[in-house]
């Protein structure tokens, strides 16, 4: 168990400051709720995945899962970092596209990619598409033979491995709607139909076992059951995996009760086991890759708030309303995830009070911290919840008719607006109305 003030930075003034900026000056500028991202965290995040690698001089490419925090700016920052992404959808390739990441250096996931996109994808000539099931496989086989081009792929596999985290973000055991299932068969047949396909480029095999997850076990056992699946797939069809993709999942730390290995340390696991197994079954040492997406951004960003009204129920709890919520942060309805909140501007002052900080959706759910140790607070103070910068601001929504917040980035002391606040006036872009 770690203090909860590790989770933030503070200035001489005594404020949190992020990226070398005061909160409060942030706030002043930008307004709240804000995004406040420590670019120079992310950076540094990037160059120890990077590092362990080069370390180890192992073959590898890190690739940023930018649904963790798909923006211009991320996609700019992780081009210029020389890492790869990968994405999920036609909007997030337009992005990716539009944010300067090469092309080769992208990657397609996804359970039900539509034909369009799968189209986009070959048309864009990006690095590789990571192919989920048969009907996904056969489509972008017509595609493939329709232009008469080749595609890189890779298959993915649901290795059957649970790993130790929230249901709804584990993804590798077998009745995982992600993947081929190696135990049926499916996966092995896959191969094969992807080995006779001279459009298909197999470059290698995909997994990953999900999110948030803190035990290392889970990802030696993947990793011992992919080093076998290539073993067997090198003795059955004489494939020769050039990359092993053993995706992302990285935990990061959100309360001061969280306490996640070093995300250097899990890889360095990844490495020395597929290395061992590999040398054990005489196989050619593929590269390895992996995709953090929280492990990069997540605990980058901080969401700073204003309190607005607060509640006391005698004998039950007190309520602290803010002036986002569900809206920009839908993790804790969803998942039960839980967080931190501290005072921007005395984030070290004696915490007087437990109370539960809300947002202002019409939603009894609409929770941000239960139980949240706090100084007194007044309207208008500055209320500051770390560790928000994956699936905040990508899951955000339009509820209520609430502008998603701005994004800014922070380092060195300077900050610059990434993502403008949203008008009302853009939340009805897309509406036509009856009355022409
Ligand atoms: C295929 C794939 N790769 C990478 C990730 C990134 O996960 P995380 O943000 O937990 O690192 C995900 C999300 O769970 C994923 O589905
Ligand atoms: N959205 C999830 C992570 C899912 C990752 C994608 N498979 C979260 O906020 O924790």
Redesign the pocket.
């Given at each position: 168990m770690t203090n909860r003030l590790d989770l933030v930075d503070t200035n001489a003034a005594g404020h949190i400051a992020i990226g070398g900026v005061d909160a409060l000056k942030l706030t002043q500028q930008y307004g709240t709720p804000l995004i406040a991202y420590d670019t120079g965290a992310i950076r540094r995040q990037i160059r120890s995945f990077q590092r362990v690698f080069e370390d180890l001089n192992i073959a590898h490419r890190v690739v940023y899962?930018s649904?963790?925090f798909s923006s211009l700016a991320m996609y700019q920052l992780a081009a210029e970092s020389n890492i790869g992404c990968?994405v999920v959808s036609g909007g997030e390739l337009y992005a990716a596209l539009k944010g300067g990441m090469r092309p080769e250096m992208i990657e397609f996931?996804g359970n039900n990619k539509l034909p369009h996109e799968l189209e986009y994808a070959v048309d864009a000539q990006i690095g590789c598409i990571v192919v989920d099931n048969f009907q996904e496989l056969h489509t972008l086989q017509a595609i493939l033979a329709d232009r008469q081009q080749t595609m890189r792929v890779m298959l993915r596999v649901a290795p059957g491995i649970l790993a130790e985290t929230h249901e709804y973000?584990s993804?590798g055991q077998e009745k995982s709607k992600?993947g081929f299932d190696i135990r049926s068969g499916q996966a092995a047949r896959a191969l094969q139909e992807m080995l006779a396909d001279d459009h298909l480029d197999v470059i290698g095999v995909h997994c990953?076992i999900?999110?948030?997850i803190f035990d290392v076990q889970g990802f030696i056992g993947a990793a011992k059951k992919m080093a076998l699946l290539l073993r067997d797939w090198n003795q059955e069809f004489g494939f020769d995996a050039q990359v092993l993709n053993l995706?992302?999942?990285?935990g990061i730390k959100y309360t001061g009760e969280d306490d996640p290995l070093p995300a250097e340390e899990f890889v360095k696991t990844i490495i020395e086991v597929v290395e061992y197994k590999v040398n054990k079954y005489h196989l050619q040492m593929p590269a390895i890759w992996v995709?953090?997406?929280?492990?990069l951004v997540g605990d980058a960003a901080t969401t700073l708030y204003t309190i607005g009204s607060s509640k006391h129920v005698a004998g039950v709890c007190d309520y602290i309303s803010v002036d986002g919520g569900m809206g920009d942060n839908i993790r804790p309805a969803l998942y039960h995830a839980k967080y931190e909140a501290l005072l921007a501007d005395r984030p070290h002052a004696e915490n007087t009070q437990v109370a539960t900080v809300v947002g202002k959706y019409c939603e009894s759910g609409d929770i941000l911290v239960e139980d949240c140790p706090l100084p007194p607070t007044h309207p208008g103070d500055v209320l500051a919840v770390p560790a928000t910068g994956?699936y905040g601001y990508t899951m955000a929504s339009n509820y209520n008719r609430n502008p998603r917040p701005a994004v800014v980035f922070c380092e060195n002391g300077e900050s610059r607006l990434v993502i403008r606040r949203e008008t009302y006036a853009d939340m009805l872009r897309c509406e036509v109305g009856i009355a022409q």
């Open positions: 899962a649904k963790a990968d996931h973000i993804t992600f990953h999900g999110s948030q995706g992302g999942g990285f995709e953090p997406g929280r492990a994956a």
